[in-house]
């Protein structure tokens, strides 16, 4: 294809559009890619800080049915009391280990997942211990046998509860991780944006400044040589600088002072052959 | 017209415009003695010869010899 000054400016103008589509579809998918990002995030970070609470609600209620159980433990009637408080004792500890699976199951870091497996092995510990105590109460409430297994609950009830505690402040880590997350898609997308502009500013400027001298400095030696033919110099050389619409004007011009070069070169020879055929005449 | 005098006429035109045939005319008359009109592949040696000479006089070295060399290789 020849390079005319048409193709040139279509192939200039079509490159700065195609970079500034490129740069809109970048800065397109950047922001649905951190919306994406953000909704993911927030969702889950959101979640994990929920089941967290709600793990820690349930913790207390079973503390609390199991400390109700054991104050009638020493009653001697009250059983069907009692095995309400253990069942629902036992229904908080189930809930506790069905939140904590939910929660592994989107935990977005090994380190999160580590906590909430933490819950699951304290809940089931938590019960465990809860059966002895309940066991030796009922052989005898002041046992030393007992005692000690009461101690036991105690101690797997606080490892429960510091383990809740811990679960919670993941949570809220998490929520606070994906804001950062956001934070950083942000960020990133930003600097992509400005740098691709900023390509596209620079190219835009090189295909324009390229374009205005292919086409000025012809036109401007065209203009000179012009100037020279007017004032009667037809020696200067007509350059032809590119193989386009100007060189094509070039050509011509240079075909026009090359004839009336020849055309005034003419003339001087018949006024010279004129005048010596005067004084021929003439002695 | 002859053929080849057509010829030589089409490829000066490009190089010399509104001046083709009074140019070519002058260097047939002048220098080979025959009319533009009545050209023959005997006469391009000569001609192309004189034209780069005469052309020199009118356009830039280069113009010409490539002029003229286009004007050799008419048949």
């Known amino acids: ?283 | 017209m002859s053929a080849v005098s057509d010829k030589v006429i089409a490829i000066s035109k490009t190089y010399l415009g509104p001046a083709t045939e009074s140019f070519l005319a002058r260097q047939c008359k002048g220098h080979l003695k025959v009319e533009l009109a009545n050209l023959t592949a005997a006469n391009i040696k000569d001609l192309a010869k004189w034209v780069q000479e005469g052309a020199g006089l009118i356009m830039d070295a280069d113009k010409a010899s490539q002029l003229a060399s286009r004007i050799s290789s008419v048949t």
């Open chain 1, 1 to 283: 294809m020849k390079a005319t000054i048409r193709n040139k400016l279509v192939a200039g103008f079509s490159g700065v559009l195609l970079l500034m589509a490129a740069v809109a579809a970048i800065g397109g998918y950047a922001v649905f890619s951190l919306r994406h990002d953000a909704n993911d995030a927030t969702r889950v970070g959101a979640r994990l800080n929920s089941l967290a609470l709600e793990i820690q609600v349930h913790d207390l209620e079973a503390s609390r049915r199991v400390k109700s159980y054991l104050a009638e433990a020493a009653a001697p009637s009250g059983e069907k009391k009692r095995q309400m408080y253990l069942d629902e004792a036992t229904f908080e500890i189930n809930e506790i280990q069905s939140l904590a699976a939910k929660a592994m199951a989107i935990a977005p870091t090994p380190q999160t997942r580590a906590k909430f497996t933490k819950i699951t092995e304290a809940s089931t510990q938590f019960g465990r211990s809860l059966a002895t105590a309940v066991a030796a109460n009922k052989a005898g409430p002041d046992s030393e046998n007992a005692k000690a297994a009461t101690a036991a609950y105690e101690d797997a009830a606080e490892d429960l509860h510091d383990s809740a505690e811990d679960g919670e402040v993941v949570g809220h880590d998490a929520s606070q991780t994906s804001l950062e997350a956001i934070d950083r898609t942000s960020s990133r997308s930003v600097a992509l944006v400005i740098g691709i502009s900023t390509l596209g500013l620079l190219l835009g400027i090189t295909v324009s400044y390229m374009l205005a001298r292919a086409i000025l400095i012809p036109v401007d030696h065209l203009k000179q040589v012009a100037e020279n033919v007017s004032l009667g110099n037809l020696d200067m050389a007509v350059r032809r600088y590119s193989d386009d619409e100007i060189g094509d004007l070039a050509d011509s011009f240079s075909r026009m002072v090359t004839a009336v070069k020849f055309f005034r070169m003419e003339a001087e020879l018949s006024q010279s052959e004129a005048e010596a055929a005067v004084h021929e005449v003439k002695p």
